[in-house]
């Protein structure tokens, strides 16, 4: 017998992805309030915790239109949104994440520095 859990108001079939993104966030809530780590370092240790699991199948895209950001993924624990855009096109996929306050930051300053750590998550789908 399938089990239901209660992700909005109303209930949804389990679906493995969303039990992973609920656990992914209720990691990094609660380290956020139980311990003074920076923010970074919490989000790392969540993603350490989540991908240690070996019961859990993460989904393995190959190719663009294979990414799918669960609903749960693309808002904050607040409620917030956290997918900015997605133009969800195959050919060039381009997603921008933040949160409305962190842009807000951004917009208000005067520097900006970016980096990119890009090339070992998807080198399957970057060499097509």
């Known amino acids: 017998m399938e089990q239901n859990i209660l992700v909005t108001n109303h209930v949804h079939a389990t679906n493995p992805e969303e039990i ?24 790392h240790q969540a993603f350490l915790n989540v991908n240690k ?14 990414i799918l950001i669960p609903d749960e993924l693309k808002v904050t624990n607040g409620v917030d949104r956290f ?16 949160s409305d306050d962190d842009l807000d930051c951004l917009s208000t300053s005067e520097n900006w520095h970016g980096g990119g750590t890009f090339k070992p998550r998807f080198t399957m789908i970057i060499s097509f």
């Open 20 to 43: 992973i993104s609920m656990e992914f966030k209720s990691n990094i809530s609660s380290g956020a309030t139980s311990s003074h780590y920076p923010s970074r370092r919490i989000i």
């Open 53 to 66: 699991k070996d019961d859990l199948l993460l989904p393995q895209p190959t190719s663009f239109n294979d």
């Open 83 to 98: 997918v900015l855009y997605d133009n969800e096109d195959p050919d060039h996929r381009m997603i921008t994440l933040s």
